[in-house]
């Protein structure tokens, strides 16, 4: 079949989902080209398709740019502006193969959150001016936001000089059965509840936010072989890229970052980016990640609980937290490993034989090599067949609620020439099978030449780098979690001493960074150590000499 | 294939959803023997489906007994007690043919709403004692049932000696937003909201229920030839039995009843049955109905609407009531008629050549004959070919909230020697295109010989038996909505003077009913007419002679 190529031109008030739709539904289609300038898309027409989204929130979906089961498409769009309206998700390409997404911005005309300005803040209470731009409104003492679909579940300041989160504020989760909001017209609103402390002071921005992830920008379910590049997203209620099950992704130049123009604090309500049971690599290349309420990345696999056990069925196995539940857990051929949840300690490797999918939360799993140490209810699964080769190049982070990058792979990751200002940890290793359940140790990760510009000045971290699983009874015969970190030849710009804090690691190299002081902030924890090190082993670190500058002092010796 | 049966014997403890299923995905098995006792099911090895259940809840639904695309199948459950655990559907039957489900009953351990005692009741609040049997949580002054994902969103009080609603007692919707609940501890609660008036007294019973209907009794969708025999509903998280775009449904012997032993005071949430886009016939024959939180029955169509049209693409409807969307609205072949949405007036008539669906909410159709006058957004359309014919013998409904059978439905209606106690209208023939867009004019309505026995006690009604479709715009120049309706040898004992009130029917008779006069309850509407009657055409009344006693008066004129 030749490559049939249809184009778009920008056409005021016109929706262009049926259009969109039309194309995509013409199978000699094989590649879309939108010429610049602003494209709009509605929800009526959509397409729709229950998805289960990891991370984000499941459910019935209308879609405006749905590319299923693609072998080759692409989709040219630069200097095109996509603008959403309401309730669609803009990208969800499930099942292709050697897949290009190239040139657009994605934005929504009215966001699923809301900004205001803090006019006054005291113990009782704050009062606000909703900022242009953001719909909400006052119904029975609660605001809503998005057209009402969306309402008020957490508050977090941003400093509006900085732009980014005010120093060391706080969520504050659950406020929607505590607070009463009066709406003093004008888009002035009181809120009447105390903020969590430090209070936010006159002039900070405050992020109004729903939890729900119902409308990430882009969704990638089971694809192979992805090329982002150049893409732009200013907004999405939920994550701005999201894959799962994919194998071969890379993102390049993509930027999530509030558009300049509309003033705007708040890029995504959630993670830039996050990649679960991925496979094959996952590269993100001078990507910018600014201003999301959630992490830049986050790459892990998912931990499955034993919900029982016997030779003849096998392991019966159940998703645990509610945002993994539909996504899929393994296929046969694949190889699992089973660990105690309390100590994350392998006790057995299988690949599955086969994987009987009993409904969102539920599997049946027969195992090759029957274990010989009878799991029990409780026990974790692991699928250690879709762990990816990470690469995250030339990226820079910064301004967002919480984390850099959470990394969570036993593939090789390397983490090199990216600028972190990030008000958590810049690099976050952790693991748990007791909240998130996300899984993976990392084997083999190289942090290098990174630029780590005065991290952790918020709430979100231990540490510009922390490696962290969460073993809650540590068993001193089992060998560490996490092996083979290197953080080699970085420069931390430092307020606080806290720089590298690590758990359970067999062989940690800590070589060659070199670290700046500055009093931008008041430091928090003058007295904490710089390299906070315990439960692990064979650790090495090698004191880098002092610069001339006075301003540079060595690493302190790591403390284990 | 040999008729295969499969036999389940009553096994405390045991979880009998797996072993349905797996039943039930052997192909080769046509019939499922449950012998007396009791069966329990529970969610978590459940099958799983998006339902879209008219007048219900959509949504991912776990299935205990899902019966998918048999032709020939039969369950025989004489003597089984089916309990259910959280959120389950009972039985799901989807593009079956020829099925029996018989002799069961089905409950659930803990029901999705709460009851309570009434001990106090003022004009800031009630202090209840919530009913052993009823889990229930007060989380942040709020109220929740049924493990805690159903909360309060109405209330509605029983009077505990009648086991009916409260006499003249109203809703409290909307209650969510304007109380608080206290836990006194020991099962009393405060809530501080005022209830509507008339304010409950001690003893009486309040029902707090939720609005959402997720869980029905027993889902019938697009099946032929379906007999419910001998069936008892006690309790459903939404209607007990709900079909949709069926063809040829009985049920006989069916009960939709509290469990005497169990002491409670409401059965289903919602509707006892209701059934939606069906044809072929429509039987319910020796079936009680009592106390659940709405109608006895309601048979009715769509009306979807214009949202456009064009010559070349046809129209693009749209299902506009949340609860129809995903309903399918109309096959090709099937017989459209459009009309205006004020006035109800039919303007044209077409076969659908070509139904496109696009989504949940929209369709694209085209007719076989093009309008004359062209459709505009707002017009309405109906499909005339789901339309049953109905057949409703010796049926008792009491005690419910709400009305009793409310038919809209153009095929042949005789509802014929039943028993009425309904706190609304016992007989309501509606149809609207604003609210619920339930559509059918009647053509052929028969109600003989019925006992309508003080109904009409509570707010839900203006008649025993009420005729009053919803036409926003009367234009005299049109044929009235209804037609030939037939209202004979009745009895209808009143406590005060409401009988009949028509409006808008052509041929309506009402001849040789039997009217008897009560002080049970004091009347409410002394002067109103019995025979409210007006924008009706050729109407036939004939005057019963007075019988010797009494207490049997006359039919009045109609006044028309």
């Known amino acids: 079949m030749r490559e049939s190529t249809i184009t778009f031109e920008p056409t005021p008030l016109c929706d262009f989902t049926p259009l969109v739709r039309n194309a995509l539904s013409n199978p000699g289609c094989t590649r879309i080209v939108f010429r610049p300038g602003r494209y709009d898309f509605h929800p009526e027409l959509a397409v729709e398709k229950y998805l289960f989204i990891s991370n984000n929130d499941e459910g019935l979906k209308r879609i405006a740019i749905p590319i299923f089961g693609r072998e080759g498409f692409e989709i040219e769009a630069t200097g095109a502006r996509f603008v959403f309206h309401g309730g669609i998700l803009p990208v969800a390409a499930v099942g292709c193969s050697a897949l290009v997404l190239r040139g657009f911005s994605l934005d929504w005309e009215v966001p699923f959150h809301g900004e205001a300005e803090v006019l006054d803040a005291d113990a009782a209470g704050v009062l606000l001016k909703i900022r242009e731009g953001f719909s909400y409104q006052v119904r029975s003492g609660h605001l809503a936001f998005g057209g009402g679909s969306f309402i008020l579940r957490n508050v977090l300041a941003f400093d509006a000089r900085r732009r980014e989160t005010a120093f060391q504020t ?228 910064r301004g967002n609620r919480a984390r850099g990058f959470l990394i969570s792979s036993a593939g090789r990751v390397v983490i090199e020439d990216n600028d972190f200002h990030t008000p958590g940890a810049a690099i976050l290793v952790a693991s748990d099978a007791r909240d998130w359940f996300e899984s993976g140790p990392v084997r083999d990760l190289l942090i290098r030449r990174n630029r780590f510009e005065t991290c952790n000045y ?28 290197r953080i080699e030849d970085n420069t931390f710009t430092v307020f606080d001493p806290r720089i590298v804090f690590a758990r359970s690691v067999r062989n940690l190299h800590i070589t060659g960074n070199h670290i700046m002081t500055t009093d931008v902030y008041p430091p928090q924890n003058a007295q904490a150590p710089s390299w906070d090190v315990s439960t692990c082993q064979c650790v090495n670190t090698e004191h880098h000499p002092p610069a001339p500058d006075s301003k540079v002092r060595t690493a302190c010796a790591a403390v284990f």
Chains 1, 2 share one sequence.
């Open 170 to 397: 706080r969520d504050n989760y659950g406020i929607e059965s505590r607070y009463v909001a009066r709406d003093a017209g004008e888009r002035v609103v009181r809120l009447d509840a105390r903020l969590s402390d430090p209070l936010p002071i006159p002039g900070d921005i405050l992020a109004l936010v729903d939890e729900r992830r119902d409308y990430p920008g882009v969704f990638l379910d089971g694809c192979s072989d992805v090329l982002l590049d150049d893409v732009t997203i200013r907004h999405a209620g939920g994550m701005g890229v999201i894959g799962q099950c994919c194998s071969g992704l890379s993102l390049q130049r993509v930027t999530v970052a509030p558009d300049a123009q509309s003033g705007r604090m708040i890029s995504t309500t959630a993670d830039a980016t996050h990649f679960v049971h991925c496979q094959g690599h996952v590269r993100l290349l001078d990507c910018v990640f600014e201003n999301q309420m959630d992490d830049a990345t986050n790459i892990h696999g998912i931990y499955a609980q034993v919900a029982g056990y016997s030779a003849a069925d096998g392991l019966l196995v159940r998703l645990r937290h509610h945002q993994q539940f539909g996504v899929p857990f393994a296929l046969p051929g694949h190889r699992l490993e089973l660990a105690r949840q309390a100590t994350l300690a392998s006790f057995h490797e299988s690949v599955a034989l086969g994987v009987e999918v009993l409904n969102k939360e539920f599997l049946r799993i027969r195992l090759a090599e029957p274990p010989s140490c009878e799991p029990v209810p409780g026990d974790v699964v692991a699928n250690m067949s879709w762990n990816p080769e990470v690469e995250i190049r030339g990226c820079r982070s």
């Open 458 to 485: 918020g709430v979100w971290g231990k540490a510009a780098i922390q490696i962290a699983p969460r073993i809650e009874r540590p068993d001193p015969s089992q060998p560490p979690y996490h092996g083979n970190i």
